[in-house]
């Protein structure tokens, strides 16, 4: 059974850095991109990164380019997304998220969702 | 960068009616390969989304057979055919099409 589970999110203020971190289990890892997905609180879903499968490139929304990076570690069976320059508007919770193709030379969709993980840039 | 609305943002259906929610992009979904890159979500509260159309209107493993997707370029349709009350939550569209990926607002479905 496939499972995501984020972890790292807290209080930080604005301007902090902060490092998600998301363990995945019941799949071929190694062989899946991944996407961050945050949903800001009574907002809606935003798609904010992804990574290909062995991690040759990435991508960005616009918002957070230049202050997040999205990295794995496929050894670990884990991804990662580093927030440095927090603001106030990127508090929320932040899902991991597996793409649905293997093996896939450029990114397909979400088919699974991990619980998320909350971060609050406040002062 | 793509822009999907979707209509209505909210809906109020009596349990074993039908309902339908509506998602307009700005540009085409329709890859070269064929494919669309068009997908619809289910958010219920307190748990992750869930998948439950891909491609556009191909139906994901699980999902029940009451979901419906239609729809090519940029009109699609979710369509359910039968409201449970298991179905509450904020219905969503995606793009892949084209970076950044986007979602539409959001539609959340109550049950009168």
């Known amino acids: 059974q496939v499972h995501l589970a984020e972890s790292g999110g807290r209080v930080v203020q604005p301007g902090e850095s902060l490092r998600l971190s998301c363990a995945a289990s019941?799949?071929?890892?190694?062989?899946?991109?991944m996407h961050w997905v945050r949903q800001a609180p009574g907002k809606g879903l935003e798609w904010v990164s992804f990574i290909h499968y062995e991690g040759r490139y990435d991508y960005y929304t616009d918002s957070v380019k230049g202050r997040f990076t999205i990295s794995r570690d496929n050894s670990k069976d884990m991804v990662f997304l580093e927030l440095n320059s927090l603001r106030p508007e990127d508090t929320g919770v932040y899902y991991c998220a597996k793409d649905r193709i293997f093996l896939a030379a450029y990114p397909t969709y979400v088919d699974v969702w991990g619980r998320g993980t909350l971060v609050t840039v406040s002062s | 960068e793509i822009v999907l609305t979707q209509t209505p943002l909210s809906l109020s259906v009596t349990p074993g009616q039908p309902a339908s929610i509506s998602c307009k992009s700005t540009?085409?979904?329709?890859?070269?390969?064929?494919?669309?890159?068009l997908y619809w979500y289910l958010h219920k509260a307190g748990q992750p989304p869930q998948l439950l159309i891909y491609d556009a209107s191909s139906r994901f493993s699980g999902v029940s057979e009451r979901f419906s997707g239609s729809g090519s370029g940029t009109d699609f349709t979710l369509k359910i055919s039968r409201v449970e009350t298991e179905d509450i939550g904020i219905y969503y569209c995606?793009?892949?099409?084209?970076?950044?990926?986007?979602f539409g607002q959001g539609t959340k479905l109550a049950i009168k």
């Open positions: 540009q085409s979904l329709l890859h070269s390969d064929g494919e669309t890159f």
């Open positions: 995606m793009q892949t099409m084209q970076v950044p990926y986007t």
């Open positions: 019941g799949f071929t890892f190694r062989g899946h991109g």
